[in-house]
Structures are given as structure tokens and as C-alpha cells.
């Protein structure tokens, strides 16, 4: 029986044998539906013109025959439509590979599907922190580095976007100092254009910063109410008066730069939720961010975890829209042998990102006469012969796959008060623990 793996493989090779046929159709979408069934989509006067109809529907028998249980009766295996756009609508689509007019259209049961990725904004950087495990100082990382900005002067917007296990904002404000609603609240009286009644009171301004300011925009506000119902509702669609659809990260968008709009920051940190989520894709994905920061750890599981991520991005051919935007941080690093330690982490995220997102051109070579970086970022061996494309050393300080570190101390493990802590830290310390990774940061911003 073929498993879902196997079924763009088969689908490859059963068209790549009928491609004179193929050539009979100005384009085909292989549908792939929520439970995982395989269809064509084909264009609408196909449907009546029997030279192309039938051999179009022996083509789907023969792949049904070999997908199975992937497949549908034969009768009911071609659909059809008027254009490529509508086939392709409300679906993740790409060319199947191999083919210039083939597209498969995956049907999910979620919106984040990873790999629409929304280009750089223009404005103040977006920084998303995200990891694909959980506890990793993910959101103390983030309190230090507004921290440090806000001391060096800049205006610091922090959105706590780890909706479902909230807690960022109450780390960077004291008790009392809780603004009255939330980004659910927002998000869910959008749904009924009631939002400007929350969007004056769900930003705070946080104590902990002397020059400049912290603007932080809390996941509820200091009463939840009933959070777990408003939760159940982000997720929504607003479906307008005139019919029109926008999704819930559209909205979430247009709540980023409302906020941006009146706030006026130089930068904004977001904290994601952790792991391969529908929330966190709209975050790394969806918010025109600037810098992806990734949390690790050593562990085989947080790699394997980014391989499938980063695979996902390679077989989506979007590998080079959001790679030169992403940062390996290594989080909370040992204090013993952390030189051992770094090196392994360093190694690993090498491995990983070499086989998915850096191209796949010769290793540098020793005997190689140079290495530079051309204006694109391109890497540039020359070994004889000149090869170029988008790949580094595993020792380049520069690379995505070369960690920013966060060194674990003492002082921030098992913490009952962030804010009591970051009220009372000085520099020297913020640096020690935080400092490459602040100053990682800071290389963004727009002076
Ligand atoms: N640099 C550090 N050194 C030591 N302990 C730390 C450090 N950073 C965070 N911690 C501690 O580790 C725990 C998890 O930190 P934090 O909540 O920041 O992680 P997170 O990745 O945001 O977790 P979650 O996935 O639950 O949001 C907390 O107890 C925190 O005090
Ligand atoms: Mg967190």
C-alpha cells in the first residue's frame, strides 16, 4: 500500500511517462485533500472536448492504480475549473517538481502551512523569537534584549504572540501595571469590528527601561476573563460584508501595524510559540519578519526537529526567501566544557543546514586559492575553476547555521520574578549572559 510519502514520488514518475499526453493540458493541479487523497484539477474545456478528456482520465486510472488507497474511484478522480488561480485557491501550492505546468495543491486542516513567506518589512525590524522545543529562555532572552535597547535609547515594542501558554508580558511588568486587554481580545473583537474599543488598552509601558521605552502588548489582558473561549476564536476568518475572506494572520498582520503605526517603535521583538504550530508559522512565516531567531539546544531532538522544518522549506522551493533572514542561537549554554559544547552545537546546525537550505555546491575546498562573498551574499570559491552559490563554512561567523550565544546562569534558573530580576540586573551581567545575541540584534536596526 503507498503511504502519503511515496505519493509525489509515484505521481512524478507515472506523468513523466505520459508527457506527450500531458502536453495536451495548458496546466494540471495534483489536489491533495484533507485526509490526503489525490485528485486532478483540470482547465474546464478540457472537460468537453473528448480527444483530451479521456486520455487526461485513463492517466488519472493508471495513477489511482498505483496510489491507492491515495486515490479516488477513477469516475471521481478529475475535477475541473475554469482557471489555474481558482484551482489553486485557498490551498499551499507549488510545481510539482520536474514539471513546468504541474502544480500540486495541498489542502490542510490548519492555515499555517509554512510556506508562504511574507517578504521583509520596510519598516522598524521584526524580530521573531522562536524554538522548536519549549523552555529554552526563549522569552527571558527577549525580556534582556529589550532591555538592553530600551537603555541604549530605542523605543522597543514587545508582543507576546505565545498565545496559548502566555507569560512574556507579566515577566517584563510589575503586578499592577497590567494593561486591561490583550492581543486575543483584540483579535476577537476584530471579528465583529469592535476592535478599536480594546486597542487603546492592551499596550503597557514598562519601568525596567531609563532612556528609552518598552511598549509591551500582552496575549490577555490583567483580567483574562474567558480566555480559553476567546482563544477558540483568534482563529477565525473575518468574512466581510461584502463576501470578501481575510485570514486570521492577515488580521494579526494588520494588528502589527496598527500598534506600529501609533507606537512608533525602532524595533520590534516578538515572541512565538514554540514548536511546528499553526501560531508559530503565522510569526516566522506570515510577519514580514526581518531576523528569525532560532533557539537550540544540543539535543538530537531539537535538530531533528528544525530538519523537518527546513525540508519542508527546500521541497517548497522557498528555501532562499527566508534563509538569509534566519540565526541559530544557542540557548542557555552549559558553564562546564561549554567550548566542547559549542563546538557540537555548531557542528550539528551545520549538518542540518547544509543538506536543507544552503545550496548544494562543492564543500570549500584546502586547497582552495580564495573565498569571498559577493554583493548577494553568494559564497564565491574559487578552486580552479570559480563556483558560486549560497553556502558557507561551517566556521563562518557570518552564516545563519553559526550561533549567537546565551549563556545558562545561575542566576536565571528557576526564577520566580523576571521583572524582579531585570529590575535589579546591570549591564555587565545583560552582556555576560546575553551579549551576543544583543548585539546580533542591534546589527539590524536601522540607525
Ligand atoms: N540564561 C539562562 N540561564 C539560566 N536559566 C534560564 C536562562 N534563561 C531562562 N532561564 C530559565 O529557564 C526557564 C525557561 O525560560 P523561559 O520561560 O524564558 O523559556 P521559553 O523558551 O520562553 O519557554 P516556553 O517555551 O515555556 O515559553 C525559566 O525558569 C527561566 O528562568
Ligand atoms: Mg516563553
Redesign the pocket.
Known amino acids: 500500500m503507498t503511504t502519503f510519502d511515496q505519493i509525489l514520488p509515484v505521481v512524478a514518475e507515472v506523468l513523466d511517462a505520459q508527457r506527450p499526453q500531458l502536453m495536451q493540458v495548458d496546466w494540471l493541479v495534483i489536489n491533495r485533500d484533507l485526509s490526503g487523497r489525490v485528485r486532478f484539477i483540470a482547465p474546464e474545456m478540457v472537460e468537453t472536448d473528448d480527444a483530451r478528456r479521456e486520455p487526461l482520465q485513463e492517466l488519472y486510472r493508471l495513477l489511482a492504480g498505483r496510489i491507492h488507497p491515495h486515490a479516488y474511484e477513477a469516475e471521481a478522480g478529475v475535477l475541473y475549473d475554469a482557471d489555474l488561480a481558482t484551482a489553486c485557491a485557498d490551498g499551499a501550492s507549488r510545481l510539482l517538481q520536474g514539471f513546468d505546468h504541474v502544480w500540486v495543491v495541498d489542502r490542510l486542516a490548519t492555515e499555517g502551512n509554512w510556506t508562504q513567506i511574507a517578504p521583509e518589512t520596510a519598516g522598524a525590524p521584526r524580530v521573531v523569537f522562536f ?1 522548536i522545543k ?8 527577549l525580556a534582556a534584549c529589550a532591555w538592553k535597547l530600551a537603555q541604549v535609547g530605542k523605543r522597543v515594542l514587545v508582543l507576546d504572540l ?1 498565545m496559548e ?1 502566555p ?1 512574556l508580558s507579566s515577566s517584563l511588568l510589575p503586578e499592577g501595571r497590567q494593561p486591561m486587554y490583550g492581543i486575543t481580545d483584540w483579535l476577537v473583537e476584530d471579528l465583529v469590528d469592535n476592535a478599536d474599543s480594546v486597542f487603546d488598552g492592551m499596550v503597557a509601558t514598562s519601568d525596567l527601561s531609563r532612556d528609552g521605552q518598552i511598549y509591551v502588548v500582552p496575549a490577555h489582558g490583567a483580567e483574562p476573563g474567558e480566555y480559553v473561549l476567546k482563544l477558540g476564536r483568534v482563529w477565525m476568518p473575518k468574512v466581510r460584508n461584502d463576501g470578501s475572506r481575510e485570514t486570521w494572520s492577515v488580521r494579526l498582520q494588520r494588528l502589527l501595524q496598527l500598534l506600529e503605526a501609533r507606537m512608533q517603535p525602532d524595533v520590534v521583538l516578538i ?1 512565538s510559540r ?1 514548536g511546528i504550530d499553526e501560531l508559530a508559522s503565522a510569526c516566522v512565516t506570515d510577519l514580514g519578519a526581518n531576523l528569525l531567531l532560532l ?1 537550540a539546544t544540543e539535543g538530537s531532538q531539537t535538530w531533528s526537529g528544525y530538519r523537518i522544518l527546513f525540508d519542508h522549506w527546500r521541497r517548497g522551493g522557498v528555501a532562499p526567501q527566508i534563509r538569509e533572514r534566519l540565526r541559530n542561537v544557542a540557548a ?1 549554554v552549559p558553564e562546564l566544557d561549554r567550548i566542547a559544547y559549542l563546538e557540537g552545537l555548531r557542528e550539528r546546525a551545520y549538518g542540518v543546514f547544509a543538506d536543507t537550505l544552503y545550496d548544494d555546491i562543492p564543500p570549500p575546498d584546502p586547497d582552495a586559492i580564495s573565498y569571498e562573498r559577493n554583493k548577494d551574499g553568494r559564497a564565491v570559491w574559487r578552486v580552479g575553476e570559480v563556483v558560486e552559490g549560497w553556502n558557507f563554512d561551517e566556521a563562518d561567523e557570518g552564516a545563519p547555521h553559526y550561533p549567537w550565544v ?5 542566576s ?4 520566580r520574578s ?1 521583572q524582579g530580576r531585570l529590575a535589579v540586573i546591570d549591564d555587565g551581567e545583560v552582556k555576560s ?1 546575553f551579549g551576543p545575541l544583543i548585539d546580533g540584534v542591534r546589527g539590524i536596526l536601522h540607525d
Open positions: 524554538s519549549g523552555g529554552v529562555g526563549r522569552s527571558t532572552a505565545d501558554s507569560g515572541d514554540a533557539f542557555m546565551v549563556h545558562w546562569h545561575r536565571f534558573a528557576g526564577l523576571l549572559i
